[in-house]
C-alpha cells in the first residue's frame, strides 16, 4: 500500500522535476522548535530522518534477503514499518519530500553537464536580431529558473525551509536510499 503511494509520486515528480538545488545549512544548528509548520503542520526532525533511513535500510535488507517469496509485498513493508518506529503517513511525506529533493538534484545535474547544453554562442550566430532578443529572453528565464531549483524553492514552500534543511543535512545517505529503493546507481555528490 505504501510502496504503490511511493512509485505514483516519484513518477510523477521524476517527470515534473526541472530545476536545480542548493547546500544546506547544518542539521543540527536549526533547533527542532525553531522549524516551521508546513506541509499540514509536518515538522521533519533529525529523529524522523533516522526513522526513515532506518525504514529504507529495513526495506532494501527485507527484499534482499527473500528466500523464494516468503513475504509478500506489504508483509515486507510493515515489517519495515515497525523496524523504523514511524507511522505510514510519515513514510509516505518522507517519501515525497525526499524524492522531490532528490529528483531535482538529479535534474539539475543533467542541466549543469555541457555534454547536454547545446552551444549558446553558435546558435546566437546564426539568429537574426528579433531571434536573438528571444532567445536571450529565454535564456533569463531558464538561469532564474537554474537558480531557484539551486535553492530549492519550489520545494522549501511545499515542504518548508526548516524542513529540507533537516533532510540536506545527510544528503548523501538519503540520496543513497532513494536511489537503492529506486534500483539505481547512487547519483553523483551535488555540486557545492
Excluded at 505504501?2 to 544548528?29: H, M, N, Y
Excluded at 510493515?78 to 538534484?105: C, F, H, N, T, W
Excluded at 539568429?127 to 535564456?139: F, I, R, S, V
Amino acid at each position: 500500500m505504501v510502496c504503490v503511494k511511493r512509485i505514483a509520486v516519484l513518477a510523477l515528480l521524476a517527470v515534473g522535476c526541472r530545476k536545480e538545488a542548493t547546500q544546506a545549512p547544518d542539521a543540527a544548528a536549526v533547533p527542532v522548535a525553531a522549524v516551521a509548520a508546513v506541509d499540514g503542520g509536518f515538522v521533519l526532525t533529525p529523529a524522523l530522518l533516522d526513522g526513515y533511513l532506518r525504514y529504507q535500510r529495513a526495506s532494501q535488507g527485507i527484499t534482499r534477503s527473500l528466500d523464494g517469496g516468503t513475504y509478500d509485498r506489504a508483509e515486507r513493508d510493515a515489517a519495515a514499518l515497525k523496524a523504523s518506529g514511524l507511522s505510514g503517513d510519515e513514510v509516505v511525506r518522507l517519501d515525497e519530500m525526499v524524492s522531490s529533493v532528490i529528483a531535482r538534484r538529479m535534474v539539475t545535474q543533467l542541466a549543469a553537464n555541457p555534454e547536454f547544453m547545446p552551444d549558446l554562442a553558435a546558435m546566437g550566430q546564426a539568429l537574426n536580431p528579433e531571434q536573438k532578443k528571444h532567445m536571450e529572453e529565454a535564456m533569463a528565464a531558464f538561469k532564474q529558473q537554474q537558480q531557484q531549483a539551486r535553492e530549492l524553492t519550489d520545494e522549501r514552500k511545499r515542504f518548508g525551509t526548516q524542513n529540507i534543511d533537516v533532510l540536506l543535512s545527510r544528503e548523501a545517505e538519503v540520496s543513497k536510499a532513494w536511489a537503492e529503493m529506486m534500483g539505481m546507481a547512487p547519483p553523483p555528490a551535488a555540486p557545492r
